[in-house]
């Protein structure tokens, strides 16, 4: 069974910046593409970003390009999400998400992983 764990959330101020990190139980994921999702209170889940199995290929959508930045550790069976200059809009449930195939976009079906979710404030 393949756990995702995110952590790092919390409660910051506009501009601030924050670093989400999800542990994979199985080492498995080092060869699947990884993805972070967002729900805020009232609205569906959305696509946040997206990378490839080696990191040769990186997704993000378009409210956050430029100021998230996906990476992983393979090694360490680690994801994170580092988010700069937020915005109260930024505000939601962060979810981690792995993908049993080499890349993947942002389609949320195209995941079979899932982990609970983190949640991140963003204060004006």
């Known amino acids: 069974q393949v756990q995702l764990v995110e952590s790092g959330g919390g409660l910051v101020q506009a501009g601030d910046s924050l670093t989400l990190s999800c542990a994979a139980s199985?080492?498995?994921?080092?060869?699947?593409?990884m993805g972070w999702f967002r729900q805020a209170p009232g609205k569906e889940r959305e696509f946040v970003g997206s990378?490839?199995?080696?990191?040769?290929?990186?997704l993000y959508a378009e409210s956050v390009r430029g100021r998230f930045t996906i990476s992983r550790d393979n090694a360490k069976s680690t994801l994170y999400l580092q988010m700069n200059s937020l915005k109260p809009e930024d505000t939601a449930v962060y979810y981690c998400?792995?993908?049993?195939?080499?890349?993947?976009?942002?389609?949320?079906?195209?995941?079979?992983?899932w982990g609970q979710g983190t949640q991140v404030t963003v204060s004006s």
């Open positions: 990378i490839s199995w080696n990191s040769s290929s990186k």
């Open positions: 998400a792995g993908a049993r195939k080499s890349y993947a976009g942002g389609v949320a079906s195209d995941y079979n992983y």
């Open positions: 199985r080492r498995i994921l080092s060869n699947n593409a």
